[in-house]
């Protein structure tokens, strides 16, 4: 099983609710990461966890908030998002963040936000 | 900004063509690895290619890796319809432990 899978496809939300995005994968990896993807640009990667320890925040803004409950769950929760968070969010694993030289990531399909 | 440059930005051709993106970094890697984007959805790894290789194939995929002019190619031949997609290279950098994506190249086949 390859397979890593997002939670909600698509999802509306106003400025002042709350929600998560759960991300989940059954590969054994012990990395997992969040992108999040404008229309025509590359992915940028947001945060990274290694072995459930949260590795790298990439100067994320505080309304996005992970958590990494075990080593096959990852969540993204969202507080007070702006329209312009409006994006494709990506899921990741890979089998260590530290295997240099593998790191082959493999990505969920995504969840479509749209922040009104 | 972003590490990887890739050219062009657009290609267009027809299918049964072969279609060549280039990939171009800044600083030393330790590998580099390309991936698809079908539209809307999740990116899938098509190959990598570590910094002491310069050559690799995969079916229809054949990717080159320059070190010393900081670029890569990946080309994709006898192109098929099902090969429309956007395509990224990304970099794993030195003393970094992630991938810096690419601006990436939106690859059309016309039947």
């Known amino acids: 099983d390859t397979e890593v899978t997002q939670t909600p496809k698509h999802l509306v939300m106003g400025m002042t609710n709350k929600k998560s995005l759960k991300c989940e994968q059954h590969m054994g990896h012990r990395a997992m990461y969040w992108y999040k993807q404008k229309a025509k640009k590359p992915p940028e990667l947001m945060f990274v966890y290694s072995y459930e320890k949260l590795s790298i925040n990439e100067s994320v803004p505080s309304r996005f908030s992970p958590e990494c409950p075990n080593s096959s769950l990852l969540n993204l929760h969202l507080h007070a998002l702006q329209p312009e968070d409006s994006a494709l969010y990506l899921c990741?694993?890979?089998?260590?963040?530290?295997?240099?030289?593998?790191?082959?990531?493999?990505f969920g399909a995504g969840t479509r936000l749209s922040v009104l | 900004s972003q590490q990887g440059e890739e050219d062009p930005q657009a290609l267009s051709i027809q299918e049964g063509e072969n279609a060549t993106m280039n990939c171009s970094y800044k600083?030393?890697?330790?590998?580099l690895q390309w991936y698809r984007q079908n539209s809307g959805r999740g990116l899938v790894h098509l190959i990598l290619?570590?910094?002491?290789?310069r050559e690799k194939h995969s079916g229809r995929l054949r990717v080159t890796l320059d070190t010393s002019k900081k670029s890569s190619s990946l080309l994709i031949t006898a192109s098929r319809a099902a090969d429309t997609a956007s395509y990224f290279c990304?970099?794993?950098?030195?003393?970094?432990?992630?991938?810096?994506f690419g601006q990436g190249t939106r690859l059309t086949i016309n039947p």
């Open positions: 990741a694993s890979s089998q260590d963040q530290g295997t240099l030289a593998k790191n082959i990531q493999y």
């Open positions: 600083t030393s890697i330790n590998n």
């Open positions: 290619i570590r910094s002491n290789e």
């Open positions: 990304a970099t794993l950098i030195q003393g970094a432990q992630k991938l810096v």
